[in-house]
T-cell receptor, first 114, second 114 residues
Framework: DAGVIQSPRHEVTEMGQEVTLRCKPISGHNSLFWYRQTMMRGLELLIYFNNNVPIDDSGMPEDRFSAKMPNASFSTLKIQPSEPRDSAVYFC????????????FGPGTRLTVL | AQSVTQLDSQVPVFEEAPVELRCNYSSSVSVYLFWYVQYPNQGLQLLLKYLSGSTLVKGINGFEAEFNKSQTSFHLRKPSVHISDTAEYFCAVSENNQGGKLIFGQGTELSVKP
């Protein structure tokens, strides 16, 4: 199994630009999670999906952030417009119902907004 | 509401010494408990998990953890650490009706010195 795949691994952009982060969960997993990690705030859950449906987006910091899961094998996290304070590592994780909530993490996307 | 507290943000230790990383949680229902490890510039990997049964759980790389329901704790231990154990360690809790959602602690940075 290839594990959770995230792209790009690194992204450098300028303030005001749109950023799209991508995630492919493990095949057969039906829950997907987006996290943000910073030194100041640690690991924060932004949003999670169950069977492609957003269940809890209370962690999304503001309207500039949006996430979609058009099918079981793909999800995007979009920031528009981006700001320097969005600089962080963004992780995607997936799990399968009945797996006692063990989440499998991707390698992360390191985002730098200048 | 669920919460997880990792009592030490940083734990420095010498190689071959024992180590304990502390984790306390709060929940009003039965929980599943996890320890994840994050090596530099990588995603999180599962070390071990408690679902039910024996309160002493063994994981990868010689780590173990003990679930103590009365003290609501799930401390991680290793009798003899290696330089390669230097990483950040996260404790996480999940209620079994949360659709896969995990609540993470703030992390403990383990630094093993020669």
């Amino acid at each position: 199994d290839a594990g959770v795949i995230q792209s790009p691994r690194h992204e450098v952009t300028e303030m005001g630009q749109e950023v799209t982060l991508r995630c492919k969960p493990i095949s057969g997993h039906n829950s997907l999670f987006w996290y943000r990690q910073t030194m100041m705030r640690g690991l924060e859950l932004l949003i999670y999906f169950n069977n492609n449906v957003p269940i809890d987006d209370s962690g999304m910091p503001e309207d500039r952030f949006s996430a979609k899961m058009p099918n079981a094998s793909f999800s995007t996290l979009k920031i528009q417009p981006s700001e320097p304070r969005d600089s962080a590592v963004y992780f995607c994780a997936s799990t399968r119902s009945g797996s006692y909530n063990e989440q499998f993490f991707g390698p992360g996307t390191r985002l730098t907004v200048l | 509401a669920q919460s997880v507290t990792q009592l030490d943000s940083q734990v420095p230790v010498f190689e071959e010494a024992p180590v304990e990383l502390r984790c306390n949680y709060s929940s009003s229902v039965s929980v599943y408990l996890f320890w994840y490890v994050q090596y530099p510039n990588q995603g999180l990997q599962l070390l071990l998990k408690y679902l039910s049964g024996s309160t002493l759980v063994k994981g990868i790389n010689g780590f173990e953890a003990e679930f103590n329901k009365s003290q609501t704790s799930f401390h991680l231990r290793k009798p003899s650490v290696h330089i390669s154990d230097t990483a950040e360690y996260f404790c996480a809790v999940s209620e079994n009706n949360q659709g896969g959602k995990l609540i993470f602690g703030q992390g403990t940075e383990l630094s093993v010195k020669p």
